[in-house]
């Protein structure tokens, strides 16, 4: 299942999300969190690339723009969701996110969004509190909200533990803030609840990244999207399609080397 072209994300050239995008800084800008970490999709059309496993048609990527091998390496074979988000640089807290689905012509671009990411932008070696976001390849298994499952096929737990009240870094209301999560898999265990607080590599590294919705400000690590996005993101996504998200700042995602 892919999401709908005639959704309600907005339309503009892809290429947005796969540079850095000028944009005011503002220093007051805000943060949520869950625990300690918990807190611009414009789109077109991409042309079709084929399958990262058969050679590649001439002048089309294997992989989405941006990709580099260093990351493309970690991605699963049987991946045919994928979902894309590219800081603007190391220090920024704000992203474009693209949904990708890869049909028998090769990955082709479903929809894009604006995101946020955490306050200080992004890390590999995230740690707990640091105010960033971790960067790689990771898979978005489980879900839950404080409102009711909209209709996905990822596991969701619906629970008062969601609910949300206080400020955001700028003093703006979080009220809301996880009526829908996803979880990212970073140090956490698969198939539980996104409440679950169970961190496999260590308190230190933190945990409790998710995928939640935008309260108009950064985040202790997170990266949030657009109300409307969450439902629609929630309802396409597919554990058959062993969906993934590859994030991180637009140079580190580029990087050709090995992993380190």
């Given at each position: 299942?892919?999401?709908?072209?005639?959704?309600?994300?907005?339309?503009?050239?892809?290429?947005?999300?796969?540079?850095?995008?000028?944009?005011?800084?503002?220093?007051?800008?805000?943060?949520?969190?869950?625990?300690?970490?918990?807190?611009?999709?414009?789109?077109?059309?991409?042309?079709?690339?084929?399958?990262?496993?058969?050679?590649?048609?001439?002048?089309?990527?294997?992989?989405p723009a941006g990709i580099g091998p260093r990351w493309e390496a970690e991605i699963p074979a049987e991946t045919t969701?994928?979902?894309?988000?590219?800081?603007?640089?190391?220090?920024?807290?704000?992203?474009?996110?693209?949904?990708?689905?890869?049909?028998?012509?090769?990955?082709?671009?479903?929809?894009?969004?604006?995101?946020?990411?955490?306050?200080?932008?992004?890390?590999?070696?995230?740690?707990?509190?640091?105010?960033?976001?971790?960067?790689?390849?990771?898979?978005?298994?489980?879900?839950?909200?404080?409102?009711?499952?909209p209709g996905t096929r990822l596991s969701y737990d619906r629970s008062d533990g969601f609910a949300i009240e206080g400020?955001?870094?700028?003093?703006?209301?979080?009220?809301?803030?996880?009526?829908?999560?996803?979880?990212?898999?970073?140090?956490?265990?698969?198939?539980?609840?996104?409440?679950?607080?169970?961190?496999?590599?260590?308190?230190?590294?933190?945990?409790?990244?998710?995928?939640?919705?935008?309260?108009?400000?950064?985040?202790?690590?997170?990266?949030?999207?657009?109300?409307?996005?969450?439902?629609?993101?929630?309802?396409?996504?597919?554990?058959?399609?062993?969906?993934?998200?590859?994030?991180?700042?637009?140079?580190?995602?580029?990087?050709?080397?090995?992993?380190?």
């Open positions: 299942m892919t999401i709908s072209r005639r959704s309600l994300f907005r339309t503009a050239p892809i290429a947005l999300a796969l540079m850095a995008v000028p944009a005011a800084r503002n220093a007051s800008a805000a943060g949520s969190g869950h625990g300690s970490d918990a807190g611009a999709f414009a789109g077109t059309p991409g042309g079709p690339a084929p399958d990262p496993n058969a050679v590649p048609l001439p002048g089309q990527p294997p992989l969701q994928l979902l894309l988000v590219v800081g603007e640089h190391p220090d920024s807290d704000r992203a474009m996110a693209s949904f990708w689905t890869r049909p028998s012509s090769g990955w082709q671009i479903e929809c894009t969004h604006p995101a946020r990411n955490g306050r200080l932008g992004w890390t590999p070696d995230h740690r707990e509190g640091d105010l960033r976001s971790p960067i790689g390849v990771f898979t978005l298994t489980d879900a839950g909200g404080l409102r009711p499952d400020t955001g870094f700028a003093g703006e209301p979080l009220a809301g803030t996880f009526d829908h999560v996803i979880a990212i898999d970073y140090n956490r265990v698969r198939g539980t609840s996104p409440l679950d607080s169970t961190r496999p590599r260590g308190d230190e590294f933190g945990g409790g990244i998710w995928l939640h919705i935008d309260h108009d400000g950064p985040t202790h690590g997170c990266v949030t999207l657009p109300q409307e996005a969450l439902p629609e993101l929630l309802r396409a996504l597919d554990p058959a399609a062993h969906p993934i998200v590859v994030m991180g700042d637009a140079t580190t995602l580029a990087l050709g080397g090995p992993a380190s």
